[in-house]
């Protein structure tokens, strides 16, 4: 068995009415904690150098993004070879505090759908009922894509990310790349 990661597609690409890309390896890190606690917040601070993100919001810090996943739960969001430095330093700041920290890089996928705004939302929409109108740039969505648990967000108007599990990472693939087919405009988000 190789020691090498590899992404779950292989960088696959679509281009239709949006592009639709295999992000490739991401570090992702899960702490579930109270994120009201100074002891949290601090530890984020020091190991992210971001804040404890707002409801659906994304910080951003030294080369990490902390995404708001649930009242108890973010998503740390690093490069690759980082994810487990990350869980240990964050271990070990938050040592003595009820916590629970897991590397799951290897579990989900990453993709970055790009292409003009509105023809962007629209090709989302066909896929998940939350609102895309209503996403902000910045904004964490967890929601659903036909079939299967996605998060989504806009880190800018033309450029969303959706992460899923990696189980499914070909169907989600399928899934946006049908919905970005040539000719499917739906003309709704302008």
Same mark, same amino acid.
């Given at each position: 068995?190789?020691?090498? #990661?590899?992404?779950?597609?292989? /960088?696959?690409?679509?281009?239709?009415?949006?592009?639709?890309?295999?992000?490739? $390896?991401?570090?992702?890190?899960?702490?579930?904690?109270?994120?009201? #606690?100074?002891?949290?917040?601090?530890?984020?601070?020091?190991? *992210?150098?971001? /804040?404890?993100?707002?409801?659906?919001?994304?910080?951003?810090?030294?080369?990490?993004?902390?995404?708001?996943?649930?009242?108890?739960?973010? $998503?740390? $969001? *690093?490069?690759?070879?980082?994810?487990?430095? @990350?869980?240990?330093?964050?271990?070990? #700041?938050?040592?003595? @505090?009820?916590?629970?920290?897991?590397?799951?890089?290897?579990?989900?996928?990453?993709?970055? @759908?790009?292409?003009?705004?509105?023809?962007?939302?629209?090709? $989302?929409?066909?896929?998940?009922?939350?609102?895309?109108?209503?996403?902000?740039? /910045?904004?964490?969505?967890?929601?659903?894509?036909?079939?299967?648990?996605?998060?989504?967000?806009?880190?800018?108007?033309?450029?969303?990310?959706?992460?899923?599990?990696?189980? @499914?990472?070909?169907?989600?693939?399928?899934?946006?790349?049908? #919905?970005?087919?040539?000719?499917?405009?739906?003309?709704?988000?302008?």
């Amino acid at each position: 068995m190789s020691e090498k #990661a590899v992404s779950a597609l292989a /960088g696959s690409a679509f281009e239709g009415d949006v592009k639709v890309t295999e992000a490739g $390896l991401q570090g992702m890190v899960t702490l579930k904690a109270d994120l009201g #606690a100074a002891a949290v917040a601090d530890a984020i601070a020091a190991v *992210c150098g971001a /804040g404890v993100p707002e409801a659906r919001r994304i910080t951003t810090g030294k080369a990490m993004q902390v995404a708001w996943m649930a009242p108890d739960e973010v $998503l740390i $969001l *690093c490069p690759h070879d980082r994810a487990d430095s @990350v869980v240990a330093d964050l271990g070990k #700041a938050l040592e003595g @505090v009820h916590h629970l920290t897991v590397n799951v890089s290897e579990a989900r996928a990453v993709f970055t @759908v790009t292409g003009e705004a509105g023809v962007l939302k629209d090709t $989302l929409s066909k896929l998940t009922p939350a609102d895309m109108a209503a996403l902000a740039p /910045g904004e964490m969505r967890r929601t659903r894509l036909a079939q299967v648990a996605a998060a989504i967000w806009f880190e800018e108007a033309g450029t969303a990310r959706v992460i899923c599990f990696r189980s @499914v990472a070909r169907y989600v693939f399928d899934l946006l790349s049908t #919905a970005a087919r040539p000719g499917g405009k739906v003309g709704y988000h302008r």
